[in-house]
């Protein structure tokens, strides 16, 4: 059987079964105004559905309030339920299966309408990301507030678990909370969730455990990792097939290979040009705006684009681990995905490939070789603040209100 044949063949985690082993990866869809998933958002992940995909992944929903690295992100509370009901209903009606991306923001964060004592993380930090919004600096986390967090997590694994959701993807990289845990960089801890790796694994691992507990053994988690931070200071390969081993041997059930951290190194995890005109075109705050065209051309350093970008870094940890790998970064064509399979892959995702071509598995169920139009503009980046996700190639991009 080809290769392409074999990812248009099921894929099981845990006991899921998926129609084949292409999954739609979490993209930030700016389509939940004041935190409320809305009708934008189920016709987004129902069309992927309906075109297709295996499973489709909604992006960043933030476990508390206190967890949303800005104000207009969903967040976990009763009242999503039925809208996510609604989404979740109706990619089952066109034989998907739905994930939902489970965050912290910890200290990178930009939301004003914090309680208490302000974004909180490992260790006390300045917070660059919210220096021009008010939240300047970054507080660390006492151990009860850690078993906050944890249990903030838990309780939202079961909330969407009953909103339908099919698995939920604990975010583990890009710079997150559970990523300045991970990172050398950002935890400068001193206490036993600090230091070598294996402490800096404990509060992340906690997580895990405390998600598990609530959903059973069953239900399907999923970790998003990164491979490496892509800065100096930051997690490197040896450490991250550390984190993979530990993953595996605490039961998660696949593992979604990345890289990058939002706040230092953004364009390391979608390569391609940066598109920092369209983001200082859409930044509301005017300071924000200035602070991005001083400082926006050192942070926001491009990184060119290649095909499989994560494929070298992700092979050494598919040697070291058994659990299903799903592989990430730069996949832009059926000829990309033979070649994962190949590699032993269980799964890949797709980002931007996907935005630019909903219809990508519909060709390639049909035979044809397929190859996305996109280009890595990255202007989708920009557009998740006006309007919500999309490809500028359909329009021009949507003018700033
Ligand atoms: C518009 C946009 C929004 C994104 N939002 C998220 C997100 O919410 N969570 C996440 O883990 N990754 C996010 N990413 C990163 C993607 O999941 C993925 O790692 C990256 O785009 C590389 O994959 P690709 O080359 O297939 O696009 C985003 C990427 C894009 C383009």
Known sequence: MSNVASALRPGTINKLVLRNRIIKTATNEGMAPGGMPGEKLA?????????????????????????????????????????????????????????????????????????????????????????????????????????EIADAFARTAVLVRDAGFDAVELHY????????????????????????????????????????????????????????????????????????????????????????????????????????RSMIAVERNPLQRLAMRWFGPRVMRSYPFTEMFFLEQARVVRQAVRVPLVLLGGIVSSENIERAMAEGFDFVAMGRALIADPDFVSRMKRGEPVRTRCIQCNRCVAEMDVAGVRCVLDDPPTPVP
């Open 43 to 147: 016709r987004f992940h129902a069309r992927l559905a309906e075109e297709g995909v295996g499973m489709t992944t909604v992006a960043y929903c933030a476990v508390t309030a206190d967890g949303r690295t800005f104000a207009d992100q969903m967040y976990a509370r009763p009242e999503i339920v039925p809208a996510l009901h609604r989404l979740t209903s109706a990619v089952h009606a066109a034989g998907g299966a739905a994930s939902i991306q489970l965050t912290h923001c910890g200290q990178f964060s930009r939301n004003r309408a914090l309680r208490g004592r302000g974004p909180l993380g490992p260790a006390f930090a300045i917070n660059q990301y919210g220096l021009m919004s008010g939240v300047p600096f970054g507080y660390a986390l006492r151990e009860s507030e850690m078993i």
């Open 173 to 276: 990289g890009h710079g997150y909370l559970l990523s300045q845990f991970l990172s050398p960089a950002t935890n400068r801890r001193r206490d036993a969730y600090g230091g070598g790796i294996d402490g800096r694994l404990r509060f992340p691992i906690d997580v895990l455990r405390r998600v598990r507990e609530a959903v059973g053994s069953d239900f399907p988690i999923l970790a998003k990792t990164n491979l490496l931070d892509g800065f100096r200071g930051g997690l490197e390969l040896e450490d991250a097939i550390v984190v993979a081993r530990r993953l595996e041997a605490e039961g998660i059930d696949a593992i979604v290979l990345s890289g990058g951290f939002t706040s230092r190194t953004p364009f390391f995890l979608m390569r391609g040009e940066t598109p920092l």
